[in-house]
């Protein structure tokens, strides 16, 4: 459920209309609904309400610095997969005992961050690295918590992409390496041994996956219990899925009581790693039609976000619900609906209904809350969107839009 509803044939944002923020601030822009990512986050957390859990919002979907604020103040920590994220985090008010981070290139310096910051823990995800931060906690006179982040060879049935679990991936460690992972990490000297991870995938809509790999992580933790390692933390990542158009992901609390049920009587924390699930659904992408343009074989409907505002649909081929922000009634045509940089790749949508648009008209790209503006970029010298939060009946910007000056000034007396 969220907040982005038509009211007298007109779509708001909460209690915003939308035409009101495309004159204020003009398009492409993003528009973020703070109640719905509150909401969502309560949805999400209170599904564990019955077993010891942090939950760790995946910053890598969304990482404005607002977002963050919101979803702190709603007690959310943080699962953060670079220095720049941890940077983020904390400056948004993060609580580092909330912060794990995950991520198969950590790079000194970022591992040095993280221990000055003193965050949970870090999810290793190969034996060098585990050197790494060893070598780092102890020049540093700290010890590093960790977890190993296992590849329990699960198939999480998502785009292949977004699949992280599975024999072939480059994530984590094999199961079958674990025991020789923790046995080797518990002698040395500036590691802590804390925790179990794994992240198979994202958008996934069953939740028979993720049981599978719990009982793969629950069966590890015994085996280590047995040799005297004391696992406290369970970590299972994200990848609750959306309804992007006709999927049925199951609801955080079906989702929630089934792990609560399989994890009843282990002395753990459950630490979950959702993104999408919090924010792709609390964010819109408001973009105005340029032209029109009729070809023997094609409607198509030149609008000014593109590519590199939104990459989901020419990058994995997704699909996004598209509609006016004013329904006109008009009869329905097929449209591709296009951007304006030099790829033929460069859509949001091919062979879309939609009523009849015209140049000028304001159409409006649903669920771009979670990997929409973190992915976009200046291709084709393009500043990159603003974005807008929405609050009740107010708005304000989080983010300004990019000027020419922002294509340049990193380029200038270099
Ligand atoms: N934890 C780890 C270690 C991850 O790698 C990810 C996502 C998450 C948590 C959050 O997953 P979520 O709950 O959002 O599914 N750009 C792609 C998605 C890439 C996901 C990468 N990892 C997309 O637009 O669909």
């Known amino acids: 459920m969220h907040y982005f509803n038509l009211r007298d044939n007109r779509l708001f944002a909460e209690e915003v209309e939308v035409e009101k923020i495309v004159e204020k601030y003009g398009t492409p822009i993003y528009i973020y609904s703070s109640r719905t990512l509150k909401r ?30 919101t979803l702190k103040e709603e007690g959310a920590g943080s699962d953060i997969v670079s220095g720049g994220e941890l940077f983020k985090a904390l400056k948004a008010g993060i609580d580092p005992k909330k912060i794990v981070f995950s991520g198969v290139g950590k790079q000194d310096h970022e591992i040095r961050e993280a221990l000055y910051a003193d965050i949970l823990m870090f999810n290793v995800e190969s034996m060098q690295e585990l050197e790494k931060i060893n070598q780092i906690a102890i020049s540093l006179n700290k010890k590093a918590r960790i977890s190993f982040r296992i590849n329990p060879d699960v198939d999480p049935k998502t785009h292949p992409y977004i699949s992280t679990g599975l024999k072939q991936n480059k994530f984590g460690i094999d199961i079958n ?16 041994p804390v925790g179990i991870d794994c992240h198979i995938g994202s958008q996934l809509t069953e ?29 299972l990542g994200g990848g609750l899925g959306i309804t992007y158009k006709e999927e049925e992901p199951p609801h955080p609390k079906e989702f929630g009581e089934a792990l609560s049920k399989s994890l009843a009587g282990y002395p753990l924390t459950l630490i979950l790693e959702p993104g999408r699930v919090i924010a792709g659904n609390a964010g819109i992408l408001v973009t105005k039609v340029i032209y029109t343009k009729n070809t023997s074989e094609k409607n198509f409907l030149i609008v000014d976000a593109g590519m590199n505002d939104l990459i989901r649909p020419s990058f994995y081929g997704s699909y996004h619900r598209i509609a006016e922000v004013k329904p006109s009634g008009r009869p329905i045509k097929k449209y591709d609906v296009v951007g304006p940089i030099c790829e033929s790749g460069d859509f949001l949508a091919k062979d879309r209904e939609l009523p009849e648009v015209f140049a000028g008209e304001i159409l409006c790209i649903f669920s771009t809350g979670a990997y929409g503006f973190v992915m976009s970029s200046q291709y084709n010298s393009r500043p990159r969107a603003a974005e807008v939060m929405v609050q009740g009946d107010e708005f304000f910007l989080i983010r300004q839009r990019e000027t020419y000056r922002d294509l340049v000034y990193l380029e200038e007396n270099v």
């Open 40 to 69: 969502h986050f309560h949805a999400f957390d209170s599904a564990f309400y019955s077993i010891p859990h942090i939950t760790c919002f995946s910053v890598k979907c969304n990482s404005n610095l607002h977002v963050l604020k």
């Open 207 to 235: 939740i028979s996956p993720f049981l599978e790999a719990l009982d793969k992580l629950k069966y590890l933790y015994t085996e280590l219990k047995e040799l005297g390692i004391n696992i406290q933390y369970l970590d």
């Open 177 to 192: 390496d674990a025991i020789y992972a923790y046995r080797t990490a518990k002698e040395l000297k500036g590691i802590e």
